[in-house]
């Protein structure tokens, strides 16, 4: 499961301090040790660590926790609301356009989940929010893609744009955009190339993408099992092209959780949803509260 050895660490900790009736400077410096020491180990960037450390010793030496009835209890309440700050606070809700077509990119690294994920966003789309999606197949890179993606499309019976793999992705997602507004889709959502590193060619083509129309969202696709990987090709799709969000993938296995812990501070950009497993139905909405409780136990 995801995040359990930081949850069974972080659940320690706070075993120690919940029954305590008075809370000193000590006790939460020794807290604070093992909380980093949790988040260090569960693979979450430095930097992001030691700014929710600084966060959490401020406010629960703080005045109100002293004279509190219950201390224990009021420092892990701090720590559940930091670490919801920390992944964002609130739920990030899709921004729709005013004027349909919405248009939603999906970026990212080959096998990070893109296809996949641009499949089971449709089917949200359509099922939770009632929308008529045409998923438009721009990877022409990874010849399997298009396929893929029609195939997906299928299962899902969602209308798939391609023009097969001989064609610029720009003018794929032109000619589709087009055809969303002869049949009146509400939301065209593109699966754009993913290659095995950022390149330049790679930044351009997305560019380029988002020159036809602005974009309302640009998801970025990141594998969770990639750790602080993931948050460094977060960092330069953002400053390469500007995302509007992240989609963590591959949440269903084992990841540490970094990446899900980190992201958010280091792109100000939020997780909007997060993948659970292989499946159409596998994408969940994110919720920072939750995750935290989550990981609290
Ligand atoms: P792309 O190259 O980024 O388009 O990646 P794909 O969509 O082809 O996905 C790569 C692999 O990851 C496939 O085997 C997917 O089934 C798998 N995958 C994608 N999302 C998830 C997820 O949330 N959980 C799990 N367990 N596997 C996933």
Partial sequence: MAFEGLAERLQGTINKIKGKGKVNEQDVKEMMREVRFALIEADVNLKVVKTFIKKVSERAVGQDVMKSLTPGQQVIKIVKDELTNLMGGEQSPIKFATKPPTVIMMVGLQGAGKTTTTGKLANVLRKKYNRKPLLVAADVYRPAAVQQLQTLGKQLSLPVFALGTDISPVEIVRQALEKAKEEHHDVVLVDTAGRLHIDENLMQEL????????????????????????????????????????ILTKLDGDTRGGAALSIRSVTEKPIKFVGMGEKMDALEQFHPERMASRILG
């Fill in 207 to 246: 560019k380029d993408i988002r020159g036809l129309k602005e974009p309302d969202e640009v998801f970025l696709v990141v594998d969770a099992m990639t750790g602080q990987d993931a948050v460094n090709v977060a960092e330069s799709f953002n400053e390469a092209v500007g995302i509007t969000g992240v």
